[in-house]
Structure formats: C-alpha cells, structure tokens
C-alpha cells in the first residue's frame, strides 16, 4: 500500500498571501495525483488531477506540481472561501486508493 | 449537473447491519466507476470500496473486507453499500464518488454530501 504523507498538518496564512502545501508519496505514482478542498460540513471537491490538471470549475489561483514521489498545491492570494482542509490522493496503486492526512489552511 | 444523493445512514449496535444507498442523476451512471469513502469523526478520508460501471469488478479495503459488500443497480441509477458485522470503528459519514479516469487510473471526480452510520450500544 502506497502511504501518502501530507505537510504541514495546519498552515496559518493571511487572506492575499500565498500557500504551499506538501504531499509524499511512500513509492513513486507517476502523476497519479489528486488534491481535495474540504470545508466544515461539506463533502470533498476534487480540484486537481494527474498532479497538475484543475477540475472543471477550479479557478486559477489553485495550481498542482510534481511528479514520482513529491507533490506541490499551491494556491496562490488566498480568498476567504479557501480556508479548508487539503487532502492530496494517489490513484496509481489501487486497490486502494489512499489518501493524505490532510492540511488545514488557516486564516493568520 | 452531477448529482450524488446518499441514504440510509442510522444508529446500529456491534454486531448489527446497515445497507447505505446513493442515487446518482445529471450522467449516464452504468458507464463509470464508483467507490465508497468513509471520514470518521474529526478524522480523515479513507476509501472503502469500489466497483467498475458494469458491476463486475469489486474492491475493498482491508479494514473492511468480508464485512461489507459493494453493488449496483443500473437500471435504476443507484449504488449500495451493505456493511455487516459492525464495530463501533466504522462510525463514520461514507460518501459515495463517481469516479474520473486519466489512462485508465481512476481518481474521484464528484462526491455525493454523505451519511452517517454511526455504530453503538
């Protein structure tokens, strides 16, 4: 089984700045890669694919990187409504499919 | 528009059984895959089981596996879960996923807003 492991586990920025959220891969997945936004009392919305992809809908200050082993979310000049937990998933290996332990994003 | 409706979701004791369902509209269900994914309280995602668009291939975590059985419905749009045999460790809202596929891997595209089993004496 894949472990993905996610850093930080909370990362405290200021609406306007940017965040940068880690995610590893205990083997290598390609970009098998996906990132989930999800907020209090809500399901997960999948906003990027194949490490770099956006969703449908996603908008443009949500960017994805990396490849193999090592992965980058970046969501550049936070917005109000991208106060969440983040959790990346790898689809390479499956079953199963696993997950991040995500990281929650903070208002500073 | 892709909508996932989950049901079915009720306090049951150790031991007891559930089957949790998900209506699925706005796609054309048989042609894709869909999993299940449980969040326990306060806790994070863990896929649970999954099943390809004809219903033919099944998967399961291990933590679940011989427990509980994923299925569907075609002809009437809609996905199950029956979880049996219980513990009070698979408390949790589960979430039914269509999935999304990129060269044949499979990730998950659209989330229904969930249901609580919650298992207890």
Redesign the interface.
Known sequence: ETVMTQSPATLSVSPGDRATLSCRASQRIGSSLAWYQQKPGRAPRLLIYDASTRATGIPARFSGSGSGTEFTLTIGSLQSEDFAVYYCQQYHDWPPVTFGGGTKVEIK | EVQLLESGGDLVQPGGSLRVSCTASGFTFRTYAM?W?RQAPGK????VS?ISGSGGTT????SVKGRFTISRDNSKNTLFLQLNSLRVEDTAVY?CARQ?C?NG??????????TLVTVSS
């Open positions: 999993s994914v994070g995602l863990e896929w999954g998967n399961y975590a291990d979430y999304g990129s891997l499979c990730y998950l595209s659209s989330w229904g807003q969930g």
